[in-house]
């Protein structure tokens, strides 16, 4: 199901870049008929300047980040078009 996918993508994104501490993931009701989903984490953080572009197909926080934890850049642009 699209949820199972969303949070497959987030959580699995939160796994792979948290080594040590927590994941943390909470919902609750956002009106009448929708759920807001949180997930956070004590990994290496993402950049402020960084927040607007990784949504974006394809786009990771930089190349170092890339060669260490690899992936495509795929899964929040997929998180972003099922939500």
């Known amino acids: ?3 199972e996918q969303i949070l497959t ?9 948290t080594s040590a501490g927590h994941i943390m993931i909470s919902a ?5 008929e ?3 989903i949180e997930v ?3 990994g290496i953080g993402i ?10 197909r394809f786009q990771q926080v930089d ?6 934890y ?6 929040l642009s997929l998180v972003k078009n099922l939500v």
């Open 1 to 3: 199901s699209r949820i």
């Open 9 to 17: 993508n987030l959580v699995g994104n939160s796994a792979k870049f």
């Open 28 to 32: 609750h009701p956002h009106g009448d």
């Open 34 to 36: 929708h759920i807001a």
């Open 40 to 42: 956070s984490d004590t």
């Open 47 to 56: 950049p402020e300047d960084k927040i607007c572009t990784i949504f974006g």
């Open 63 to 68: 190349l170092a980040t890339t060669r260490k």
């Open 70 to 75: 690899g992936g495509t850049g795929l899964g």
